[in-house]
């Protein structure tokens, strides 16, 4: 077995980004079905991964999960806050002996192996823990790169998969950069192989300096900048705004003493005190200061965290790489993607951006990880897209919900502006303490809610809107930040359908699309009920029988060779055939 | 994936037909009810004699009011709002008094399957059964069947898994 073609002595330095469509179809033995040999074509090129192997050691420090170590030191720390200093020494280095001696033997008893097939991975000192990992079971492999592992050579990898919930699946912290690469490429090796789309050759061996494959996307240092600016990591505001305040508390404060202290003195000298208020350019030159410096912290943090980002696509595999000081470098493979979300709040919108985020099935990668495209120019959106799904050109068009949905809208959005004023103009009667000049002050303003919320749900009416083809479906709803949901239908997992009674009278109804992934879900808010009959049954059927539809194809149910045919060169039907010949 | 092959499962062969759930789901509903008004009612009168003096009378109407509703009223509305049925692609449930809900979980996409018994529902010979897909919100829960057919629907649902799954070539059966 081991005659096929491609995988012949290891190939020495993988010659250059071979990104060989005229190849992807030469399938060897392997392809026609059976999973080849599990050690010989899985071998990545230069390592080899069957023997159980331990982290670099430098992981004894490295791979310090942060959270327990925080944990396991904040009890002794508080617990001698009290004890003379060195007591606390004592207690904590006692504890940080421990812990090097535990992270040293946790060291000695973690090992993994790969053997093309299933990912292995034994450790626990008192209890031990096997764990195997099916290839076909991989949802994303990233590889991440601290400041510090980056000074070494270093690199962590992370194994996604569809049931992981809160933690990833497999963490491997820290490996030599080049075994990381080279676990992840014969990872890759094998899910292709399972798919049956072996690439003969060298499928693009990955290439840490991130040259191989195809740019999808890079988006410019411009850009970065100005997501960081109009994103929500200017939420750093407050923290700053806290330090401003202080700093002009503290000019104010000598300012207050100073003119009592001269009102008493005039008071006593029996003449008209006047008070001399404090430098009230300080105070403005103090908060511009604090806003410049918010925004400045804004930019650094999310240019060292999104700075060169790019996708690039190597076979059928989308590779994301970002961060300056820190890298993070996942990759999802296209087959493997769930959702992509597009999202504008107000700010981008305005300037005409929109923010995409991509979802696999992957458990773990919450908030931080998640893949998102920091920022795009609107009209780059669809082509985007066209990248990520096969043979989709765009947002699909979409239908706007019956008018009954702003009734809907006005609902949500005027019920909570009316408890709040109900709350503030009548538990003052009620409830003694309540009842004080501010409170008096904010009545009236609170009823300029009622506007501003109708207004809101009118913007959130129009908005919502739905859309289905025979291979994507989507949704948009928000109000100040707009996001649109695109999930391959045949990626839909389950459907639910909720009408309340309100929705029945207005002959409404709530679809939820569930896809694969912690928080997955399509959402069609208020869609007309015809409609959304008609949809649920259709992602039903899609649902029950995941076969991709191919328009354009005449070649039969190709199932994955349909979905991944010619998405680029917009001649799919004609280069298969072309490249199988 | 659950399912291995689809003919070492012996079919049961439930039909397509709507189904209720078992009528004795209604007593553990009530049962589960009234338990969980307990600890809310002590509290509620406590702090109604305490601090609402005369008011507290009017604590005891409404809770009281409250109770019986969902004791006595509410569970044989919820039953008879309550269908479920083996279409030819999906297990799909309807249910709900005031939020109408449909859930439909297709064959091809089931992972896992959880039969579960609580002490009430184990006297009154009930059991429910979780459908699981490969979402995390999208599973359907069929609250209350008769113990004895759990297993049945079980393995029909099994059997039509491994039907679903059988059907398409190698590629595409990973339902993720």
């Known amino acids: ?581 | 994936m659950t399912v291995q092959a689809g003919d070492d499962i012996p079919r049961p062969g439930l039909d397509d037909r709507e189904r209720e759930l078992a009528p004795a789901v209604i007593t553990s509903w009530r049962l589960s009810a009234a338990l969980g008004w307990i600890l809310p009612s002590v509290v509620a009168l406590v702090l109604g004699f305490v601090f609402g003096g005369s008011w507290g009378w009017l604590v005891v109407v409404l809770l009281a009011g409250l109770v019986t509703f969902s004791v006595v009223f509410y569970p044989p509305m919820r039953y008879r709002r309550w269908r479920w049925q083996l279409t030819e692609l999906a297990i799909e449930l309807r249910y709900g008094v005031l939020v109408r809900t449909q859930e439909t979980v297709p064959y091809f996409r089931i992972q896992q399957i959880d039969i579960a018994a609580g002490p009430v529902d184990r006297l009154l010979e009930l059991a429910s059964l979780q459908v699981t897909s490969a979402s995390a919100s999208g599973s359907a829960v069929l609250p209350g069947i008769a113990a004895a057919d759990a297993p049945r629907v079980r393995a029909e649902l099994l059997a039509r898994a491994a039907a679903a799954v059988a059907e398409h070539p190698g590629d595409l059966r990973d339902a993720v």
């Open chain 1, 1 to 581: 077995m081991p005659s096929e073609p491609g995988t012949q002595p290891p190939p020495p330095p993988p010659p250059s980004p071979s990104y060989p469509r005229d190849t992807r179809d030469r399938r060897g033995p392997a392809g026609a079905g059976t999973p080849g040999p599990p050690d010989a074509s899985a071998a990545a090129p230069q390592r080899d991964f069957t023997e159980p192997r331990r982290l670099h050691p430098a992981s004894v420090v490295l791979g310090i999960p942060v959270a327990q170590a925080v944990q396991a030191l904040i009890f002794p720390f508080v617990a001698t806050l009290a004890a003379p200093a060195w007591l606390t020494l004592f207690v904590l280095l006692t504890f940080a002996a421990v812990g090097g001696v535990v992270r040293v033997l946790d060291w000695r008893m973690r090992t993994f192996s790969f053997d093309g097939e299933v990912l292995r991975v034994d450790h626990g000192v008192l209890s031990r823990n096997h764990r195997s990992l099916d290839v076909s079971r991989i949802q994303q492999v990233e590889i991440h790169r601290g400041a510090i592992q980056r000074l070494f050579g270093l690199a962590a990898i992370r194994v996604e998969t569809a049931g992981s919930a809160s933690e990833p699946e497999v963490d491997l912290r820290v490996l030599p950069e080049a075994d990381a690469v080279a676990l992840r490429s014969a990872v890759r090796l094998s899910q292709a192989r399972l798919a049956g789309r072996t690439t003969a050759g060298t499928p693009s061996e990955d290439d840490p300096s991130g040259a191989a494959g195809r740019e999808v996307l890079r988006v410019p240092m411009r850009h970065v900048v100005l997501a960081s600016v109009t994103g929500a990591r200017l939420l750093v505001l407050p923290a700053v705004l806290g330090g401003a305040l202080q700093f002009i508390g503290n000019q104010i404060g000598p300012f207050i003493d100073e003119a009592i202290e001269r009102m008493i003195e005039l008071g006593l000298a029996g003449e008209t005190p006047t008070v001399v208020g404090p430098d009230l350019r300080l105070l403005a030159i103090g908060a511009a200061l604090g806003l410049v410096l918010s925004v400045a912290a804004a930019v650094v943090v999310g240019v060292l965290r999104d700075g060169n980002f790019h996708i690039r696509q190597v076979d059928e595999d989308l590779h994301v790489s970002r961060g300056l000081l820190s890298t993070r470098d996942s990759v999802v493979p296209l087959r493997r993607l769930q959702l992509v979300e597009i999202k504008r709040n107000w700010a981008r919108r305005v300037l005409g951006y929109a923010t995409v985020r991509i979802r696999s099935a992957g458990g773990s990668t919450g908030g931080e990880g998640r893949v998102t495209v920091p920022l795009l120019p609107t009209e780059d959106v669809d082509r985007l897209l066209s990248e990520l799904l096969p043979n989709v050109d765009g947002v699909p068009d979409l239908h706007a919900h019956p008018p009954a949905a702003l009734r809907r809208a006005l609902f949500r959005w005027l019920r909570p502006a009316a408890l709040l004023i109900a709350a503030v103009h009548l538990l003052p009667e009620v409830i003694g303490f309540l009842d004080t000049d501010l409170v008096a002050t904010l009545q009236p303003y609170t009823f300029l809610l009622l506007p501003i919320n109708a207004v809101l749900a009118v913007i959130e009416y129009r908005q919502l809107a739905h859309g289905a083809t025979p291979l994507v479906v989507a949704a948009r709803s928000g109000a100040l930040s707009i996001s649109t949901s695109i999930a391959p239908v045949v990626k839909v997992q389950a459907l639910t359908s909720r009408r309340s009674f309100f929705q029945r009278r207005l002959g409404l109804t709530t679809l939820l699309a569930h896809v694969a992934g912690p928080g997955a879900l399509l959402t069609v808010l208020d869609a007309g009920r015809d409609d959304a009959a008609r949809l649920h049954a259709q992602l039903t059927e899609h649902a029950a029988s995941p076969i991709p539809v191919v328009p354009e194809r005449a070649d039969g149910p190709g199932g994955e060779a349909g979905g991944r045919s010619g998405r680029h060169d917009g001649s799919g039907a004609g280069s298969q055939p072309a490249a199988a010949g």
